[in-house]
């Protein structure tokens, strides 16, 4: 089965050791996780997790099952880069000097669409929010100069439909 | 009204927290970090027994096996560090088999968390992939809530072991208990509703089919479903056959109870997976042990697929119509839909495959006439002579294929084993818990020389208890299992699997447990109705063959359909 590239979204309570719980169904199947983003969610005290994979549907449909299955998780979802609206996030250090020296870094910037987010004396920071391949081109064109320190963050995503846990949450409410 | 009781320690509060929930027995070990709580225990042993095993993992198998036999939660106690790390073996099991444990660690003292403190280790970490939830209690606060939760988790839906682990601190603390069981955690569905769409869809795939073959799990057993799943069976007429945990919910003897599947399993349902037009999978995983190879597993049939648990939907084999909910509650709700059927043609179809496997092997190994012993007979025997009402709790290996194919069972709960995890060691102190959840039943332990020797520590708890458990060890000299791959697909290297064992009389003897080596046919009959005869706890060594082979047998990897009978 062909694989691809999967977003998985994870609606779970804030607890801890849940990260390691879910963690442990990859590395049972040996998939790697390309991406992990932890962060609040629209629901006030609900975590969402956001974990790209490079799989086959048959598999992330198992691991979303198995996750789903977690007794704090409260919804779990997979989608395809189609089905939702993603970014990442990349900070590149690089010395100052090179601001002057190399006149092109500063239309590299103005192209990019990239901020500078400070400047000082020794170096100088850039942020670039955008697809992968927006920050992998971004990376591409200013390593020749050199760059001091690179990172990028996690993918976070939001699905073109909706993930409904509100009305979820609200059905466990009435039970009570 | 929420139990209220003022200022108590939170060691006393755990007691009133089991005695809430209903627990009169627990099995555990005492140490350091679970002092607290044992000191409370001493002033609860009306009301809370206490079996004190020789070993925590005597301690979880026992609980598993009290579990297994009632339906109850199995509740086990330990200390930290190695105290909690021997459980992990039995919660393991517990997980795979779907067993409801609450497993009670104590731990260090919050403040010495994380400093690699005497005896501390990271259960919760070590315990997350084989619990259905964990949590680390560091306040008194916490333990009303808290311990609801586990016992609710435990036993609701698919159940499986959950292991709470609490700091010394917070079994020190006092606070004001309240008490009130949990019902609902908002990000737990345990138990899904059949959706009407389904059960229309599977009715109506039953009602048309014309070879259906139903194979059940114990999925029938832990919803109580076994008269509504009889129900089903009888009003379709439609051949049923069981996974080794599914064994019970229908009697051994039942005209459409068509065996056991899997890789010791039948002949007759192993081969007519592939021939059926319909596979009805009820309350079972399909584990690769009943599979065989996948890519040849019931290609021509459609499936569906009855369970609780959605992970298990296409998990495995892919499921043209799932029953996502509770085996009874689904099969309550299809009943109706369904047309009385006959299917004698079909019928005897497994009936001509069983004619092959009893004249080829059945009848050779249930009433041999010379020869050394056979463990079927030994098997056989105890049918006879328990009339086949005994609970058979069994280890893992040859023993217990032989156990699962030849003991015939007429009562509900009566075949407790580790079957998931195949755990070495589990028949002694499972078959403890057993007996001590139902004193009123028989209880044999069907064991190997193996398996025996990987738990005999338990014969401790049975001299300290006196528990009535029978105990049969099937002596075959090797680890048969192991010796039959070796001999099947090692050019019989038998590396390791030749055993020189002890005498288990003169053990037997050592804690004062009636015993009897039998060697021969003509001692056999009596020697079991001695057993059966004597009150309390027996050991029965009974040698049998060094060589036997376990057939039928689906090689590793092979499909279904290319079942060996030889």
């Given at each position: 089965m062909e694989k691809k590239w999967y977003t998985i979204s994870v609606y779970s309570e804030n607890h801890v050791g849940l990260l390691n719980r879910i963690s442990g169904i990859f590395l049972k199947r040996h998939i790697n996780i390309e991406s992990l983003n932890v962060s609040a969610s629209e629901i006030p005290s609900v975590s969402k997790f956001t974990i790209v994979v490079f799989t086959t549907q048959k598999w992330v449909e198992n691991i979303v099952g198995q996750i789903e299955k977690q007794i704090e998780v409260i919804k779990a979802f997979a989608h395809t880069d189609d089905e939702i609206i993603y970014q990442e996030t990349a900070l590149f250090k690089v010395a100052s000097h090179l601001l002057f020296d190399e006149r092109q870094i500063q239309n590299i910037i103005k192209e990019s669409n990239s901020q500078i987010v400070t400047v000082s004396r020794d170096y100088f920071v850039i942020a670039k929010a955008g697809r992968r391949h927006e920050v992998d081109e971004l990376h591409d064109l200013l390593a020749p100069f050199g760059i001091l320190q690179f990172v990028r963050s996690g993918r976070i995503a939001v699905s073109k439909e909706a993930m409904p846990i509100t009305e979820l949450l609200k059905k466990y409410e009435d039970l009570n | 009204m929420a139990k209220q009781i003022n200022n108590i320690s939170g060691a006393e509060a755990i007691i009133h927290c089991l005695l809430e929930e209903g627990v009169d027995m627990l099995f555990g070990y005492p140490g350091g970090a679970i002092m607290p709580f044992y000191d409370e225990l001493y002033k609860f042993q009306k009301e809370l027994h206490h079996v004190l095993t020789r070993h925590e993992q005597g301690a979880a198998h026992a609980a598993q096996g009290y579990a297994r036999v009632n339906g109850r939660v199995g509740v086990c106690v330990a200390t930290s560090g190695p105290g909690a790390t021997n459980l992990v073996t039995g919660i393991a099991d517990a997980q795979i088999d779907s067993t409801p444990l609450v497993c009670i660690t104590g731990q260090v003292t919050r403040e010495l968390l994380g400093s690699d403190a005497f005896q501390e280790t990271d259960i919760v970490g070590i315990s997350t992939p084989v619990t259905k939830w964990n949590y680390q209690i560091t306040r008194a606060e916490e333990i009303p809530e808290i311990m609801a939760k586990a016992f609710y988790i435990a036993r609701s839906g698919r159940p499986g072991p959950v292991l709470i682990d609490i700091t010394k601190n917070a079994q020190f603390d006092k606070f004001d208990f309240s008490y009130e069981p949990c019902k609902v955690v908002r990000s737990y569905t345990p138990k899904p509703v059949a959706s009407e769409e389904s059960l229309q869809a599977a009715a109506k795939l039953i009602n048309e089919s014309k070879k259906p073959m139903i194979v059940f799990g114990q999925g029938v057993v832990i919803s109580e479903a076994e008269e509504v799943f009889q129900q089903m069976v009888e009003k379709t007429n439609i051949p049923a056959a069981w996974t080794i945990l599914g064994k019970s919910a229908l009697h051994t003897n039942h005209p459409l109870n068509v065996g056991m599947v899997g890789m010791h399993g039948n002949y007759a349902p192993n081969l007519l997976t592939n021939e059926c037009d319909l596979l009805i999978a009820v309350g079972m995983r399909f584990d690769d042990r009943v599979t065989g190879d996948l890519k040849t597993y019931a290609k021509q049939a459609k499936v569906i697929h009855f369970d609780i648990?959605?992970?298990?939907?296409?998990?495995?084999v892919y499921a043209d119509v799932a029953v996502l909910g509770d085996a009874k509650e689904s099969i309550e709700a299809l009943l109706p839909l369904l047309n009385e059927a006959n299917h004698e043609d079909w019928m005897n179809v497994f009936k001509s495959k069983k004619a092959i496997e009893q004249s080829q092997i059945i009848d050779h190994v249930i009433q041999p006439t010379e020869g050394p012993l056979t463990m079927a007979e030994v098997i056989h025997k105890i049918n006879i002579a328990t009339n086949n009402e005994a609970v058979m709790v069994t280890d893992v290996g040859q023993h217990q294929m032989m156990t699962c194919r030849y003991a015939e069972s007429t009562t509900k709960r009566s075949n407790i084993t580790s079957g998931g995890l195949g755990t070495m060691g589990f028949g002694l102190p499972a078959s403890i818990g057993a007996k001590l959840g139902a004193e009123e039943r028989e209880v044999i332990s069907i064991m190997g020389d193996g398996g025996f020797q990987m738990n005999l520590q338990e014969l401790g708890t049975i001299f300290q208890t006196k528990v009535g458990v029978k105990i049969v060890i099937l002596n075959n000299e090797h680890l048969g299992m192991v010796r039959q791959w070796q001999e099947l697909f090692f050019d019989r290297r038998y590396a390791s699997t030749v055993m020189d064992n002890p005498d288990f009389v003169k053990i037997a003897h050592g804690f004062d447990i009636p015993s009897k080596c039998v060697k021969e046919r003509s001692e056999l009959e009596s020697s079991i109705q001695e057993m059966l005869d004597t009150k309390g706890p027996y050991l029965l060594e009974v040698k049998v063959t060094k060589e036997e082979n376990v057939f039928p047998m689906i090689p590793s990897g092979c499909s279904v359909s290319d079942i060996r009978l030889s």
């Open positions: - | 648990d959605k992970a298990e939907i296409n998990k495995n």
